[in-house]
């Protein structure tokens, strides 16, 4: 097994049993594991110069850790959607209107080699999301153009869905460089099933950088993303500054989508046909010191309906607190 694997799995055993902070042989500093973890994390495609189809999110996240091996999350946040054209009414061809606003539980088991995290979202979708109430208020802060079809939105509805996302380290990719700088690598799969979406994905996703901090592999507003990883890094000194660039790709299978094909339980006629294969990429850079992250990054997302013009370019920002 190796002299550094044995000592990884002694940490964590130390850590499971209460002892914090630990010090792990060889290492250079103590890691400090703590207890509450939330983020902010926004997504918009102001970025692009465009604000249409998947216009922007936001997602408020809190994560407790009673023990380094699970944790519980709760989560909010909204989206919201809108057609490339601005005017009254639905545009034929062009992404509906579209709000939704959840309220999420989740559980998380973490571990050095696989983690999982599944969480419960309980939504509503129509004028109960507030998106056009939101983006609107936005707007009129920034002195923007508005979208003026609110009015006809997809119908409001009560949405029940279940997520699952599986986080499997690849220790092939880990390779320790010149003057401190590492490598790191994992791939993630994510299922998610219920009235607002069905869809499933896998990605792999890498970084370079100094310290790697055990923060998301991946940052997106997705349910089960949280501003911890369900894999452990024992040796993570907390007391250091960390600095890092990630990239990732990834594949998606949509069988529905609220958003596009409209909710369950109102008629809806469509007017734009969803695209099943979807792929995203991600490019970002991360700091982390003393328990806070700073994200900024872009997602690069292929056109969710057919006759959508061009693929879809977003701006990430997200900063977490660690303590």
Request: glycine share 10%.
């Given at each position: 097994?190796?002299?550094?694997?044995?000592?990884?799995y002694?940490?964590?055993?130390?850590?499971?049993?209460?002892?914090?902070?630990?010090?792990?042989?060889?290492?250079?500093?103590?890691?400090?594991?703590?207890?509450?973890?939330?983020?902010?994390?926004?997504?918009?495609?102001?970025?692009?110069?465009d604000?249409?189809?998947?216009?922007?999110g936001?997602?408020?996240?809190?994560?407790?850790?009673?023990?380094?091996?699970?944790?519980?999350?709760?989560?909010?946040m909204?989206?919201?959607?809108?057609?490339?054209?601005?005017?009254?009414?639905?545009?034929?061809?062009?992404?509906?209107?579209?709000?939704?606003?959840?309220?999420?539980?989740?559980?998380?088991?973490?571990?050095?080699?696989?983690?999982?995290?599944?969480?419960?979202?309980?939504?509503?979708?129509?004028?109960?999301?507030?998106?056009?109430?939101?983006?609107?208020?936005?707007?009129?802060?920034?002195?923007?153009?508005?979208?003026?079809?609110?009015?006809?939105?997809?119908?409001?509805?009560?949405?029940?869905?279940?997520?699952?996302?599986?986080?499997?380290?690849?220790?092939?990719?880990?390779?320790?460089?010149?003057?401190d700088?590492?490598?790191?690598?994992?791939?993630?799969?994510?299922?998610?099933?219920?009235?607002?979406?069905?869809?499933?994905?896998?990605?792999?996703?890498?970084?370079?950088?100094?310290?790697?901090?055990?923060?998301?592999?991946?940052?997106?507003?997705?349910?089960?993303?949280?501003?911890?990883?369900?894999?452990?890094?024992?040796?993570?000194?907390?007391?250091?500054?960390?600095?890092?660039?990630?990239?990732?790709?990834?594949?998606?299978?949509?069988?529905?989508?609220?958003?596009?094909?409209?909710?369950?339980?109102?008629?809806?006629?469509?007017?734009?046909?969803?695209?099943?294969w979807?792929?995203?990429?991600?490019?970002?850079?991360?700091?982390?010191?003393?328990?806070?992250?700073?994200?900024?990054?872009?997602?690069l997302?292929?056109?969710?309906?057919?006759?959508?013009d061009?693929?879809?370019?977003?701006?990430?920002?997200?900063?977490?607190?660690?303590?």
């Amino acid at each position: 097994m190796g002299m550094i694997p044995v000592l990884t799995y002694a940490a964590v055993a130390a850590l499971a049993a209460g002892t914090n902070p630990i010090s792990l042989p060889g290492s250079p500093g103590y890691t400090t594991m703590p207890r509450h973890h939330f983020r902010g994390i926004f997504e918009n495609d102001s970025i692009s110069g465009d604000d249409c189809n998947y216009s922007h999110g936001t997602r408020l996240d809190y994560l407790y850790t009673p023990e380094p091996t699970r944790a519980y999350g709760l989560s909010l946040m909204q989206t919201m959607y809108t057609p490339e054209t601005h005017t009254f009414g639905r545009v034929e061809g062009e992404h509906p209107y579209c709000g939704y606003l959840a309220l999420g539980g989740a559980f998380m088991t973490r571990g050095v080699d696989f983690g999982c995290s599944t969480e419960l979202q309980v939504g509503v979708t129509g004028n109960a999301s507030l998106a056009g109430k939101t983006q609107n208020a936005v707007h009129d802060l920034f002195d923007m153009e508005k979208w003026r079809g609110w009015n006809d939105q997809i119908h409001s509805e009560v949405t029940f869905q279940l997520s699952s996302r599986q986080v499997l380290r690849v220790s092939a990719m880990e390779c320790k460089l010149r003057d401190d700088w590492e490598t790191d690598g994992a791939f993630q799969f994510y299922e998610s099933a219920g009235s607002f979406t069905v869809a499933g994905d896998v990605g792999l996703f890498f970084r370079i950088g100094k310290n790697l901090p055990p923060s998301l592999s991946s940052n997106n507003i997705q349910p089960t993303h949280f501003a911890l990883n369900p894999l452990l890094k024992p040796d993570y000194r907390r007391d250091a500054p960390s600095y890092f660039l990630l990239a990732g790709l990834s594949g998606r299978y949509v069988a529905r989508d609220l958003t596009i094909d409209g909710g369950l339980f109102h008629d809806f006629d469509r007017s734009c046909s969803r695209k099943p294969w979807q792929v995203e990429a991600q490019l970002g850079a991360g700091v982390s010191y003393h328990g806070i992250d700073y994200y900024c990054g872009l997602m690069l997302h292929s056109r969710t309906y057919r006759t959508q013009d061009k693929n879809s370019l977003m701006g990430v920002f997200a900063l977490a607190w660690h303590w």
